[in-house]
């Protein structure tokens, strides 16, 4: 049988501001507004890649429009007119890179800190990372070579690489970072004062909000999971 041309579908949705309860049964807190992620990897065909996404948190920030962001490797996506960075680029139809914010227990985004840099500037970073780099010219990136195996080979390692650098010469707040390809898929996960986690995906269906990758106790991801499954687009 013919093999299936990867592809990488991205799908951009405008910001929505949407209210909901924020008190759900048994005290349950419930965020009103929180960005979200769905990932849908292999479920059309091998070495497919499905994303659909909001903006939802801060319905005032200002943005552009998707637009070429950078022309070598070209990236296009929205850009954050207040900081500058971007939450979602995609690179020449080979992969995706996307941020969400990350909350505490309480819900609350994490304090703005004049000594860290924009999130949407990691995601620039990543998702530029150059695929030639020497591999014993970043020595911060070279401490994480266990996660070979996360990253894979090419610009799927490659943006790891660029990852853990980019943790290393700036501070970041909370945040969950993905790198998406029909290759390799994986997260990055990073919470106050804490290392970064790398975990990589596995086909099917995954949500992300403000919290962990397919979280069962976040009503909004477990909700969308629930509806996900065994979902197949036509």
């Not at 909901?20 to 065909?45: E, K, P, Q, Y």
């Not at 900081?83 to 995609?90: D, I, K, M, P």
């Not at 070279?142 to 501070?171: H, I």
Request: with cysteine.
């Amino acid at each position: 049988s013919r093999r299936a041309s990867p592809r990488v579908s991205p799908r951009v949705s405008p910001r929505v501001s949407r209210r909901v309860a924020l008190t759900g049964a048994g005290g349950l807190n419930i965020v009103a507004h929180m960005c979200t992620l769905i990932i849908g990897r292999d479920v059309l065909v091998p070495g497919s890649i499905l994303l659909a996404a909001n903006r939802d948190e801060d319905a005032g920030r200002p943005s552009d429009p998707p637009g070429v962001l950078c022309g070598t490797p070209r990236l296009v996506g929205g850009r954050d007119r207040r900081a500058g960075g971007t939450w979602l680029a995609v690179r020449e139809g080979r992969a995706v890179v996307a941020i969400l914010n990350r909350r505490d227990r309480s819900g609350e985004p994490a304090s703005p800190a004049p000594d860290h840099r924009s999130r949407g500037s990691l995601v620039l970073d990543v998702a530029a990372a150059g695929e030639e780099e020497p591999s014993g010219s970043v020595p911060a990136a070279d401490a994480f070579e266990p996660l070979r195996a996360t990253a894979g080979d090419g610009l799927s390692r490659a943006a790891l690489r660029r990852a853990v650098t980019a943790l290393a010469e700036a501070r970041y707040a909370p945040c969950t970072l993905l790198f998406a390809s029909p290759q390799a898929c994986w997260l990055m996960t990073l919470e106050s004062d804490e290392g970064p986690r790398f975990e990589p995906l596995e086909a099917g269906w995954h949500v992300i909000t403000h919290a962990d990758l397919d979280d069962a106790g976040e009503p909004r991801t477990a909700r969308l999971g629930r509806e996900l499954a065994g979902f197949k687009p036509g």
